[in-house]
């Protein structure tokens, strides 16, 4: 099995910063199990989960949505199998709960269908 963590949430004034970060665990530690990419989605109050950005973990590169562009920084360590999403400039707008996601095959990009999920990480931003 694969467990993803995430950690970091939490209430923070507009204009702050957080840094969540996404553990995985279990078979991603076999050299059997291939990451293709990890990512970062977000679902607020009554809206549906959308995207946020994600990471190839081959090489590191990067893809944002248009409303965290410039304000958010994806990261990942391939020894540990850790992911972090820095937020900075934060807005209420972002309050939602992040969910850290993880892909075995490069069909769809970093953004499409993840085939392993995390519980999710409450940040919630003041105005």
């Known amino acids: 099995q694969v467990q993803l963590v995430e950690s970091g949430g939490g209430l923070v004034q507009a204009g702050g910063s957080l840094r969540l970060s996404c553990a995985a665990s279990?078979?991603?530690?076999?050299?059997?199990?291939?990451?293709?990419?990890m990512a970062w989605f977000r679902q607020a109050p009554g809206k549906e989960r959308e995207p946020v950005g994600g990471?190839?973990?081959?090489?590191?590169?990067?893809s944002y949505r248009d409303p965290v562009k410039g304000r958010f920084t994806i990261s990942r360590e391939r020894v540990k199998k850790t992911v972090a999403l820095q937020m900075n400039d934060l807005t209420p707008e972002d309050t939602a709960v992040y969910y850290c996601?993880?892909?075995?095959?490069?069909?769809?990009?970093?953004?499409?269908?993840?085939?392993?999920w995390g519980r999710g990480t409450q940040v919630t931003v003041s105005s």
């Open positions: 996601a993880l892909k075995t095959s490069p069909g769809g990009g970093p953004l499409g269908q993840n085939d392993y």
């Open positions: 279990g078979r991603v530690f076999s050299p059997y199990f291939n990451i293709y990419s």
């Open positions: 990471i190839i973990w081959t090489d590191g590169s990067t």
